[in-house]
């Protein structure tokens, strides 16, 4: 079965501190893809980052970086030096076979993030 | 980029009327499109996956008949809230891809609200 977990509900740092974001996720299959989307106040989705399932290098931009690790099956997103403007709710998302048209993603819960002055 | 619209962006309607939201990509060809609903501090749920030129595949629990969707074209897919009752009232949310890629591009959004 597919899913993906983020054991946080809610996390609130200071600006400028650094925080980690979790996400746990499972599925069946060898090849697949792994998202990060950020959801302002006003709803859009933000794309942040995709990640396939062969490619287990950290990625870094600007103040966001990504930390894929399979052997826990793990997709965690550090934001390094919050600020205000990072306050929204982040989901992580699984997408199986995505060659195969009709995969939708399956969205975590996502964490609300709240970034104080 | 790949754009993706949402048309209304926010719609209020009465208990039993029906609406209609559409989704439109702006700059490509979307041989499929998804349709998710979010409720308040929820999270995003798959309510059917539309291929164009096929009837659409509903998940578990969604009522067909309730929501019709339609992807009569490569660039426009509609989802239909037949009867729609205050329990229907979420933020709707389309998302659509081409054949020959992996990401899926969002929509802005539609937040309904049924009186």
């Known amino acids: 079965a597919q899913k993906v977990t983020q054991a946080q509900t809610e996390i609130s740092v200071v600006e400028k501190e650094d925080v980690t974001l979790d996400c746990v996720y499972e599925t069946r299959d060898t090849t697949y893809y792994l998202f990060w989307y950020k959801q302002p106040p006003s709803g859009e989705l933000v794309f942040l980052i995709r990640?396939?399932?062969?490619?287990?290098q950290n990625e870094i931009s600007g103040r966001y970086s990504w930390n894929f690790q399979k052997s826990t099956s793990s997709f965690n997103f550090t934001i390094t030096a919050s600020q205000v403007v990072d306050s929204a709710v982040y989901f992580c998302a699984l997408s199986e076979d995505p060659h195969q048209a009709g995969t939708a993603l399956i969205f975590g819960k996502g964490t609300t993030l709240s970034v104080s002055s | 980029g790949a754009v993706v619209s949402q048309h209304p962006s926010w719609v209020i309607c009465k208990s039993g009327t029906s609406v209609k939201i559409e989704c439109r990509s702006l700059?490509?060809?979307?041989?499929?499109m998804f349709w998710y609903r979010q409720f308040p501090k929820q999270s995003l749920m798959l309510m059917a996956t539309?291929?164009?030129?096929?009837?659409?595949?509903?998940e578990q629990g969604v009522e067909k008949d309730k929501f019709l969707i339609n992807h009569a074209s490569l660039t426009l897919s509609t989802l239909t809230v037949t009867s729609a009752h205050p329990e229907d009232s979420s933020f709707y949310i389309c998302?659509?891809?081409?054949?020959?890629?992996?990401?899926?591009?969002f929509g802005p959004g539609t937040r309904l609200t049924v009186l």
């Open positions: 990640r396939n399932s062969f490619d287990e």
């Open positions: 700059d490509f060809q979307a041989t499929t």
């Open positions: 539309s291929n164009e030129g096929s009837k659409a595949t509903y």
């Open positions: 998302s659509a891809r081409t054949s020959y890629t992996d990401t899926q591009y």
